[in-house]
């Protein structure tokens, strides 16, 4: 058995959740006897029902946006979860600081050993707790400014607090699923802007919840990228997405074997990843020659391209 290297190839951790779903959406087992990766695009052949083959690539769109200090955080949360006898994909945030020394990285471990359970997808939500930070900058208006991870929500407290206040919430990334629980966290933030000494600043308990999945297959992947959302990132999510579906065709296209094309990403939330969108807007000719084509991000995996049910010869009714 080979030896396991840190950091681990997400390549590999995006084909083993494709696989996941494909075997349970096709209800037959899955095997990879063989699969081989330079970082940025993984070829495996996979048996299906020990009959059948389906040739499967899988670009690795996070792969340039990696600095050596993120690289040697995953590494050593990665190794710190192998040793616990852990098996999961942690997601993290983009944009997010992995912690790579103590006493963060044991507290990411114990966060991650009493992670709840989304019913709706079975991930696993990872809370970490943080601080908020609110002052009140004049007595006039009613309005929040936000930094940080609820940037994007800074009007749902218009017109609810006693003047104008800047809100730090850099420190959080990644809100949880529950719409109860970001009520109650929009509420807290009113509450303390009542308070009577909020213009020297007020400390708001917070939780930022990372997303996991469950592997049960031995070893642990940490998955994100450093580089917060933008205009130019999505730009060069473009360009470094064509580049890899160039690269992989090749191997892909010289197999007989139905084919698979799975691409991994980065996103805070599954519903705001833009790989979907980066692919809906490419040439179609681009994906003739796949018969599925899928999105991997923040622990969910997304088909945009399908074919019609007993179509692939695995999926063909019992004789």
Do not use: C
Request: aromatic share 6%; hydrophobic share 45%.
């Amino acid at each position: 058995m080979t030896e396991r290297t840190y950091p681990a190839d997400p390549a590999a951790a995006a084909l083993r959740l494709f696989l996941g779903w494909f075997g349970a959406h096709y209800a037959r087992s899955v095997s990879v006897p063989s699969a081989a990766s330079d970082g940025a695009v993984l070829h495996a052949a996979v048996t299906v029902g020990r009959q059948w083959e389906v040739a499967v690539g899988v670009l690795n769109t996070v792969a340039p946006d990696a600095t050596l200090a993120f690289e040697a955080a995953r590494a050593a949360i990665e190794q710190r979860l192998d040793t616990e006898g852990r098996s999961i994909v942690l997601w993290v945030p983009r944009g997010a600081s992995l912690p790579s020394g103590e006493p963060g990285l044991s507290q990411l471990v114990l966060a991650v050993e009493q992670a709840d359970q989304l019913e709706a997808d079975g991930r696993l939500e990872v809370r970490r707790p943080v601080n908020l930070y609110l002052r009140r900058t004049a007595t006039t208006g009613s309005v929040v400014s936000v930094l940080g991870g609820l940037a994007a929500h800074w009007a749902q407290f218009t017109n609810r607090v006693p003047g104008s206040f800047q809100l730090n919430a850099r420190e959080l990334y990644r809100l949880p699923a529950s719409a109860e629980e970001r009520e109650a966290l929009a509420e807290r933030i009113v509450l303390a802007a009542g308070q009577p000494d909020v213009d020297d600043s007020q400390v708001v308990r917070a939780e930022d919840v990372w997303t996991a999945n469950e592997l049960h297959e031995g070893g642990s992947y940490v998955i994100g990228s450093p580089v917060m959302e933008s205009d130019e990132a999505s730009a060069q999510l473009r360009r470094n997405l064509r580049a890899l579906l160039k690269k992989v065709e090749p191997g892909l296209r010289a197999q007989v074997a139905p084919k698979a094309l799975v691409v991994l990403g980065a996103a805070t939330y599954a519903e705001e990843e833009k790989l979907t969108w980066a692919l809906r807007g490419m040439d179609p000719t681009l994906f003739a020659g796949y018969d599925i084509l899928a999105v991997v991000a923040d622990g969910v995996v997304k088909v945009v391209l399908e074919p019609p049910r007993q179509t692939l010869p695995w999926d063909a009714p019992p004789g």
